[in-house]
C-alpha cells in the first residue's frame, strides 16, 4: 500500500505570498491531519479534516486554511506568508473513526521557507 | 488538557549499550500514548503506541516502553543500540474531549549513537 504523499517537497515563497500544499492520504484513510513543525515551537497541531470537513482545529491564524476533497485528499493554504511561517508541514492520515486510538501516519513532509 | 514531557533533548549511547528515553505525561483521563521517530529530512515513523491493553507495549527495530500509571510515565528502551537508531524521538498524547484527538507532542529527543 503507498503511504501518504505530499507535494511538493520544497518550497521557497517570498512575504506576502500565498501557497497551497497537498496532501495524498494512504487509500480508505478518510482522516487528514496537518501538523507544522519548527525548531522552535516543535510539532504543532494545525487543523483536521475528516470526509471534508474540518472535524478540529488548531490554534493558528486564519490565514492558515485548509479543505479535503471527496477523495480524501486534503490541501492547505497559508496566505499572506510571514517569515515565522517557513516550517516543515506534515501530513498525517488515519481510518478516522476511532478518534483516540486509530494511528497516524506521516508523509515525508513540505519544507516552506519564506524570504 | 493533555501534555508531555520529554526529559533530555539530546542522549547520546554507545553502540551496543541501553537506549532510555524518557517521557512524561499529564492527563486528567486515561491517556493513549504513542513515540514516533523522525530520520532527517524525512517524516514521521509510529515506534509503538499504548492504547489502555497491556502496560508493556513492543514496537518496531525492537523498542519497547513501559506504561506506568503511578510514574506518570511512558518511557521508550532498547537493550541495544545500533547506529541506525540515531534520530530524532517524538513522545505525543492524544489530545481528549469533543471532537480532539490531534496528537500533542513533546518536544523531542535527539539520539546520538557512538561507535
Known amino acids: 500500500k503507498a503511504g501518504v504523499t505530499q507535494t511538493p517537497r520544497y518550497l521557497i515563497k517570498t512575504r506576502g505570498q500565498q501557497v497551497t500544499l497537498s496532501c495524498s492520504p494512504i487509500?480508505?484513510?478518510?482522516?487528514v491531519s496537518w501538523y507544522q513543525q519548527t525548531p522552535g515551537q516543535g510539532l504543532q497541531f494545525l487543523f483536521e479534516y475528516f470526509s471534508e470537513t474540518q472535524r478540529n482545529k488548531g490554534n493558528f491564524p486564519g490565514r492558515f486554511s485548509g479543505r479535503q476533497f471527496s477523495n480524501s485528499r486534503s490541501e492547505m493554504n497559508v496566505s499572506t506568508l510571514e517569515l515565522g511561517d517557513s516550517a516543515l508541514y506534515l501530513c498525517?492520515?488515519?481510518?478516522?473513526?476511532?478518534?483516540?486510538?486509530?494511528?497516524?501516519?506521516f508523509g515525508p513532509g513540505t519544507r516552506l521557507t519564506v524570504l | 488538557a493533555q501534555s508531555v514531557t520529554q526529559l533530555g533533548s539530546h542522549v547520546s549511547v554507545s553502540e551496543g549499550a541501553l537506549v532510555l528515553l524518557r517521557c512524561n505525561y499529564s492527563s486528567s483521563v486515561p491517556p493513549y500514548l504513542f513515540w514516533y521517530v523522525q530520520y532527517p529530512n524525512q517524516g514521521l515513523q509510529l515506534l509503538l503506541k499504548?492504547?489502555?491493553?497491556?502496560?508493556l507495549v513492543k514496537g518496531i527495530n525492537g523498542f519497547e516502553a513501559e506504561f506506568k500509571k503511578s510514574e506518570t510515565s511512558f518511557h521508550l528502551t532498547k537493550p541495544s543500540a545500533h547506529m541506525s537508531d540515531a534520530a530524532e524521538y517524538f513522545c505525543?498524547?492524544?489530545?481528549?474531549?469533543?471532537?480532539?484527538?490531534?496528537?500533542?507532542f513533546g518536544k523531542g529527543t535527539k539520539l546520538s549513537v557512538k561507535p
Open positions: 499504548y492504547t489502555s491493553a497491556a502496560t
Open positions: 498525517a492520515s488515519s481510518l478516522g473513526y476511532q478518534l483516540y486510538t486509530d494511528t497516524q501516519y
Open positions: 505525543a498524547v492524544r489530545a481528549y474531549g469533543g471532537s480532539q484527538g490531534n496528537l500533542i
Open positions: 487509500s480508505g484513510h478518510r482522516s
